[in-house]
């Protein structure tokens, strides 16, 4: 992993949302929605991250296999909070610009899983 793959992690993970057009959860969007989803996650998931397990980047994508934690602190997914933790894998591809400026992002949601492990 290069100082400008972890870079992208960084961003997301510092909540520096910002991308041109997003298809998130396996669904296009616009710009302004897929911030909008992130930005909601972020405020139900203060502590979300991801942790990289594996990139590979070709050009100007960037695939990330990433574990992502987090303790819900107000309603998500349907699921109110009850303290619990969870831990999810995510796959994930970014176009990125400027080593850091994400202009497209694909990424499916296991939102089942995390359901199940909430006991939902």
């Known amino acids: 992993m290069s100082g400008t793959d972890l870079r992208c992690i960084g961003v997301l993970n510092a909540h520096e949302i910002s991308n041109d057009e997003t298809a998130l959860r396996g669904e296009?969007?616009?710009?302004?929605?897929?911030?909008?989803?992130?930005?909601?996650?972020?405020?139900?998931?203060?502590?979300?991250?991801?942790?990289?397990?594996?990139?590979?980047?070709?050009?100007?994508?960037?695939?990330?296999r990433l574990t992502n934690p987090g303790t819900p602190a107000r309603e998500w997914l349907g699921v109110a909070p009850a303290g619990a933790s969870f831990e999810i894998v995510a796959y994930a591809i970014y176009q990125v610009r400027d080593g850091r400026r994400f202009v497209h992002m694909t990424a499916p949601h296991g939102a089942e899983t995390l359901r199940r492990q909430f006991g939902g």
């Open 28 to 64: 296009p969007g616009a710009r302004d929605q897929g911030i909008a989803v992130l930005n909601g996650d972020i405020d139900a998931v203060p502590d979300f991250h991801g942790e990289p397990r594996e990139i590979a980047v070709g050009g100007d994508r960037l695939l990330a």
